[in-house]
């Protein structure tokens, strides 16, 4: 754990492993902003539960990077007096430099994303991460198979994660949790989501860490507590939040035209945003 003053930051390893006993999941909500990030705190804040800000490497290009948004989001915590655990992860981080960068700025969680490598090569570059960030407290998450779809306007195909892939990556690195890709894409699903249940049952028997679905948006209420019930403890969404703030604003400018104070505009989303947070946390403690 990090200590920020009186308050902390920590690695995703003991909610996670909460969470898998207990038969939940923690959300991952991605950030774009600094009001994202505010009116994502608050409702974990008035909903108690811990939550993983997740953080692309597009969303730390465009915030200005890792440092100003580890400087935020430290701030937020101290002046919303934020209490509720909140783990400051790295989404898809594809190199060793990325993820270094970010440890160095204060995040305490990376995701090492070499899965578009062959096995060999994601292994060695996410080995080299487990042991900069495990010597600092950091946990780390890593991906095989591929997930596909469109994340920060990068579109790619998916390939379905096999149980040696998953062993390999997990004996030969150590790290803390495994993203499986078993049929699940970023972005909007074309036609109903076909996970992979009976893999991921298995891979989550085969491993003692906690297992991550990446797409989470778009799931159907049902597959959601399917994927919690075979091991998944971690359930990144972006996309149905973008959406949400999205139409909230777009109708609040339709509405006003006149509008140009950007503290308007932003936060005529935040209604949208909290609605459908609450509605996620709700969904992923279902089982609980
Ligand atoms: P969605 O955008 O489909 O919700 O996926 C988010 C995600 O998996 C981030 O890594």
């Known amino acids: 754990m990090i200590k920020l003053g009186d308050k902390m930051l920590v690695n995703f390893n003991e909610m996670l492993q909460n969470a898998k006993k207990g038969k939940y999941a923690v959300p991952h909500f991605?950030?774009?902003d600094l009001e994202w990030t505010k009116y994502i705190l608050e409702e974990c804040q008035n909903e108690n539960?811990?939550?993983i800000l997740g953080v692309s490497e597009g969303a730390a290009k465009y915030m200005g990077g890792f440092n100003t948004i580890a400087g935020m989001v430290k701030g937020l915590i101290q002046d919303l007096g934020i209490t509720i655990p909140v783990c400051l992860h790295v989404d898809h981080g594809t190199s060793f430099e990325?993820?270094?960068?970010?440890?160095?700025a204060g995040f305490t969680s990376v995701m090492i994303?070499?899965?578009?490598l062959p096995l060999e090569e994601n292994v060695k570059t996410t080995k080299e991460v487990v042991e900069y960030a495990h010597s600092r407290g950091v946990s780390v998450e890593a991906?095989?198979?591929h997930i596909g779809g469109t994340e920060d306007n990068i579109t790619s195909t998916e390939t379905n994660a096999t149980?040696?892939?998953?062993?390999?990556?997990y004996q030969q690195t150590g790290i803390d949790a495994l993203a499986p890709a078993l049929g699940s894409v970023h972005g909007f699903y074309k036609g109903e989501p076909n996970l992979d249940f009976d893999r991921m049952?298995?891979?989550?028997e085969m491993l003692p860490i906690p297992l991550v679905l990446h797409g989470g948006s778009g799931i159907p209420d049902d597959k959601i507590a399917m994927a919690i019930q075979c091991g998944t403890s971690k359930i990144n969404v972006n996309t149905e939040i973008q959406d949400a703030w999205s139409k909230a604003v777009r109708e609040f400018l339709q509405n006003d035209d006149k509008a140009i104070d950007p503290r308007k505009i932003i936060g005529s989303g935040e209604k949208a945003i909290k609605e459908k947070v609450r509605e996620k946390i709700e969904l992923f403690q279902k089982t609980k």
């Open 30 to 32: 991605n950030i774009n």
């Open 49 to 51: 539960t811990p939550v």
């Open 98 to 104: 990325t993820c270094k960068k970010a440890i160095d």
């Open 113 to 116: 994303d070499a899965s578009k």
């Open 143 to 145: 991906e095989v198979g």
């Open 163 to 169: 149980l040696e892939e998953c062993e390999v990556i």
């Open 201 to 204: 049952k298995k891979i989550n």
